[in-house]
């Protein structure tokens, strides 16, 4: 699947989840976010998703990080990749909030389950 397929799925399985305005906006300039939309609450959620070889490591969760919050205003900032990522990216998304999705939960996601049921608490502890 390309990064733009990649992209459109994650923004299909949040139209099917019941997600208001899903949108697929990654490309260039699009400040590290690939994939928008609000929930019922009418809170913010953006998307960057990664189809890396290898897990993604810190600096692209501090890269993400960087205008999540403050520029695109999220309310829930959430970066998926199918590899998954270091302990190092782990521990600076905890630390920031930030919510990571790896293979496992995004199996979870594409096999039916609601994305906030996937994340747990997480998603209302924002």
Partial sequence: MSATGFEQACSDL?????????RRVG???DLGVDVT???SD?????LRCKQYQSPVGSGHVQKFNGPARPH????????????GF???ATD????HELILVGRPELKQWAN???LYDVLGSRSTAQ
């Avoid at 949040?14 to 899903?22: E, H, I």
């Avoid at 600076?92 to 630390?95: D, M, T």
């Fill in 14 to 22: 949040l139209a099917r989840d019941g997600f208001l305005s899903p």
């Fill in 27 to 29: 490309g260039a300039g």
């Fill in 37 to 39: 939309a609000r929930d």
């Fill in 42 to 46: 009418t809170r913010l959620l953006i």
């Fill in 72 to 83: 695109h205003r999220a309310g829930l900032p959430i970066m998926i990749a199918l590899s």
């Fill in 86 to 88: 270091t302990q190092p």
């Fill in 92 to 95: 600076f998304a905890q630390h």
């Fill in 112 to 114: 039916g389950q609601h």
